[in-house]
């Protein structure tokens, strides 16, 4: 199973302010991800086992292959799939050529080639021999505008890439068994080759040997290649072998990560039980984003150098080795391997930089963001981060839930579940019901109504203080709360009065609940799930205002132009919203605004635009001149675009977008989908972008009788 780095938003913003890299509208990006079902049900004719040859000609970006499939046969007609520009020259069975067919598929690159066995096969197996060749495109990556993997395939002069979506060798798409690889690739001299499996001597790095040969003998669902002129370095941790293959000799760097996976490693193993691999190999590509395969991750050479990346991503792809790569997924039955991974890296990680309640934060008001429109999968729906809504159910609320397991479990039951999870799922398919068996035998308890209500079930709650009343005395508070819709969960509650703060746990069952809270001196204030520990949907005034509360919408914008443009400047901006795709009216006063709306350009100098004046705003106009903190925009390519609530507040998230010539507007175009999740975004010429967050002050859980220590807000909060 292919899986992709699940930080990769991060990623491109922080390559972004590193170099800058050209975009499309993806808002956290990521493209579909081809997942195969892995089912071990066998139903029709399955390829058990390949064993491939292939010769690599990076000259004229050939391949020759010969494969020889084991072929568990149902049917003597075996249709297969392979890339069309294949050209095949030969099908045999039994040592005789057999004809075959080939027909275009309607979809995608492949063709369908169909052969007829001899009528005795079904029941059977049967060795068929095929021999094609074909080529494949050259990539030029040096202009940024491909991140690689939607093409699946290429082949340059020094490097060549073949990954399974490629379809470079045959496979059967309805197949949903696991399958076995021989490997054996005669690249040119210098060319290091990687693919899934043992590296069987001659094939040893560097060996300078005609051939390299794979042996991947654990069930698996694809086949990968990838080759290039690498410096190799290899540490050995025990019986496993960690290597770094980067294009250049980078002796500190190579330090940095083969340590970080010695430490992950031995973390793991630990925890979760033996590496189920031989080796695990760092690879640099010139792809613009990070994957991970049994036993390999292929990353970015322009994304080694980021920030923190060995801690997180590096790490992340290391553990799917065992939940993902090793224990795989039952794609029918929902992808847990995301949600889980996350919670044990990401999630870990952010946590020790900013502290758990913050980090729970941060998972919720991701997945309160990008589920607040439309209609969000259930987890067991969840296959691969396909849209905004899918990653927010399949990471952020899939690592929500496992933290709560662990809070629920303790820290070593968790772990003894995961550990019987890869003891006896390894190389196996499992589910979402697999996962609730281990994490029940290990809790000693049925977990059926907490599996039932957050894992099969859609959604999360949204919680709210309906009612809140203080008794003469101010030691009884009488609470209504709501939930919407109905969950079972139980409630923290913090009181703090001048002397004591006193937590107690309310049960919830019903769509609206009063309780009565007590204490021994005077209620100062009411704070319902102090420590976001609750798996809910923050109320639209808990959530920042972002440029996607705007943008990420697909309503019919209110767009009002500002009077300060001539008529060439709207243009601009009108153009700007082409090339956008905005679907909007136009509007006049901001009043008249419906729902999310934009403004375009500068206001006039009085500040004052389409009727609203924006009070105690943490940005300034000056002439034709904005800043924010301490940093300005005033002209030439300069651009400016921030978020904030319209005069009909929540309900009118509004972004206003401020450019000065058409260069700076196309840029912002073309960057601005990696920074919706920004409150503020100020594109400065030859200078890092600056970004930033406004925090909404607005807590609607939480309720001050008298003005205590705990404050009210947080204020704004910019980075
Ligand atoms: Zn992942």
Redesign the pocket.
């Known amino acids: 199973m292919k899986?992709?780095?699940?930080d990769l938003f991060t990623f491109l913003l922080i390559l972004f302010i590193l170099g800058g890299c050209t975009t499309q509208r993806p808002f956290r990006p990521g493209h579909p991800v081809r997942v195969s079902p892995l089912s071990g049900a066998v139903s029709g004719n399955t390829i058990r086992h390949h064993d491939l040859t292939l010769h690599l000609d990076l000259s004229s970006g050939t391949v020759q292959v010969e494969d020889e499939m084991v072929i568990s046969v149902t049917t003597a007609e075996v249709n297969f799939h392979l890339h069309k520009g294949m050209k095949i020259e030969e099908i045999a069975f039994q040592g005789k050529r057999i004809k075959h067919r080939v027909v275009e598929t309607d979809k995608g690159e492949t063709s369908r080639v169909t052969v007829l066995l001899p009528g005795e096969s079904p029941g059977k197996i049967a060795h068929v021999v095929i021999r094609y060749r074909g080529s494949f495109p050259q990539i030029d990556f040096s202009d940024g505008r491909h991140r690689g993997t939607e093409v699946g395939g290429y082949i340059n002069k020094d490097a060549a890439l073949l990954l399974s979506n490629a379809h470079w060798y045959p496979d059967i798409p309805e197949q949903t068994s696991l399958m076995t690889y021989d490997l054996r690739v005669y690249a040119p001299a210098g060319q290091e080759v990687i693919s899934a499996g043992e590296r069987i001597p001659p094939g040893e790095v560097g060996s300078g040997k005609e051939y390299t040969l794979f042996r991947m003998r654990h069930p698996t669902d694809e086949i990968n290649l990838v080759t290039g002129e690498f410096h190799v370095k290899k540490r050995e941790v025990g019986e496993i072998a960690l290597f770094t293959f980067f294009t250049e000799d980078d002796p500190e760097l190579e330090e940095i990560y083969l340590s970080a996976l010695q430490d992950h490693l031995g973390q793991y193993q630990k925890r979760f039980g033996p590496y189920p691999y031989k080796a695990m190999l760092v690879v640099a590509t010139p792809l613009m984003e990070g994957l991970?395969f049994p036993g390999f991750t292929l990353i970015g050479e322009r994304l080694l150098r980021i920030p923190n990346l060995p801690q997180t991503s590096l790490g992340?792809e290391l553990l799917?080795n065992w939940f993902?790569n090793g224990v795989y997924v039952d794609i029918d039955q929902g992808n847990w391997?995301?949600g889980l991974?996350?919670y044990l890296v990401d999630y870990r990680f952010s946590v020790a930089q900013r502290g758990a309640a913050a980090a729970r934060r941060s998972l919720l008001e991701d997945y309160s963001i990008y589920t607040r429109s439309g209609r969000e999968p259930s987890l067991t729906e969840f296959r691969a981060r396909e849209s905004p809504e899918q990653m927010a159910v399949g990471y952020d609320k899939g690592a929500f839930i496992f933290e709560m397991l662990e809070r629920r479990l303790g820290k070593d039951r968790f772990d003894q579940a995961l550990r019987q999870l890869t003891r006896d799922r390894m190389f196996k398919k499992a589910s979402w019901k697999d996962l609730q068996s281990a994490f029940e035998a290990a809790a000693g308890e049925s977990l059926d109504p907490f599996f039932r209500q957050w894992v099969y079930g859609v959604g999360a709650p949204s919680l709210r203080i309906e009612d809140a009343r203080l008794s003469p005395s101010a030691r009884e508070v009488v609470l209504t709360l709501t939930s919407e819709p109905a969950f079972r969960y139980d409630v923290p509650i913090e009181i703090k009065t001048d002397r004591e703060t006193i937590i107690t746990i309310v049960s919830l069952k019903e769509s609206s609940q009063t309780v009565t809270l007590k204490a021994p001196s005077a209620i100062e204030t009411v704070t319902v799930d102090p420590e976001y520990t609750l798996l809910r949907k923050f109320l639209p005034e808990e959530l920042p205002m972002t440029i996607a509360s705007v943008l990420e919408t697909e309503d019919d914008l209110s767009v009002l132009f500002s009077k300060a443009l001539n008529e060439e400047e709207r243009g601009r901006y009108e153009d700007f919203l082409k090339s956008y795709g905005i679907k909007y009216h136009q509007i006049e006063r901001i009043a008249e605004g419906d729902g999310p709306t934009l403004i375009m350009g500068p206001p006039p100098e009085t500040g004052s635009i389409g009727g609203w004046s924006p009070q105690e705003v943490p940005w300034k106009w000056g002439g034709t001149a904005l800043t924010i903190g301490k940093v300005t925009v005033a002209g030439g390519k300069e651009t400016a675009v921030f978020a904030w609530r319209g005069p009909k507040g929540v309900d009118q998230p509004v972004v206003w977008i401020v450019g000065y010539s058409l260069d700076g507007l196309q840029s912002l175009a073309r960057r601005l989908g990696y920074f919706s999740a920004s409150s503020y975004l100020l594109l400065r010429e030859g200078k890092r972008p600056v970004r930033g967050e406004w925090r909404s002050n607005e807590r609607p859980l939480h309720i001050a009788f008298r003005e205590g220590r705990s404050g009210t807000g947080e204020g704004s909060r910019a980075d």
């Not at 899986?3 to 699940?6: C, E, L, S, T």
């Open positions: 899986i992709r780095f699940g991970g992340h799917h993902g391997s995301e991974v996350t």
